[in-house]
Nanobody, 120 residues
Framework: QVQLVDSGGGLVQAGDSLTLSCVGS????????MGWFRQAPGKKREFVAS????????YYGDFVKERFTISRDSTKNTVYLQMNSLNPEDTAVYYC?????????????WGQGTQVTVSS
């Protein structure tokens, strides 16, 4: 089992930066990939980024365009999402995810979500 607690969301202005964090616990998390999805009101859930258990196999959603960076501290079982140049279209609930492989697919384990709101 894997438990995920994500945090770091908030209200920011367009052009600002924000870093999300997700702490994983459970016997599997150290060997599992971790990542992020997001869902905006009235829209489908969207893949943001993922990273393998060893910090490799990094993938990003097509919309990211080098604005976001995912990283992982294996000593803390924590994954980070550094988001730069935020715009109102980035407003969404961001969910931490974890599963055996990195990539864009249906993950088994999900955090509770953290709200990111970007004002214009």
């Amino acid at each position: 089992q894997v438990q995920l607690v994500d945090s770091g969301g908030g209200l920011v202005q367009a052009g600002d930066s924000l870093t999300l964090s997700c702490v994983g616990s459970g016997e599997l998390v150290a060997s599992y990939a971790m990542g992020w999805f997001r869902q905006a009101p009235g829209k489908k859930r969207e893949f943001v980024a993922s990273i393998g258990w060893n910090g490799r196999n990094i993938y990003y959603g097509d919309f990211v365009k080098e604005r976001f960076t995912i990283s992982r501290d294996s000593t803390k079982n924590t994954v980070y999402l550094q988001m730069n140049s935020l715009n109102p279209e980035d407003t969404a609930v961001y969910y931490c995810v974890s599963d055996q492989a990195s990539g864009n697919y249906g993950y088994t384990y999900w955090g509770q979500g953290t709200q990111v709101t970007v004002s214009s």
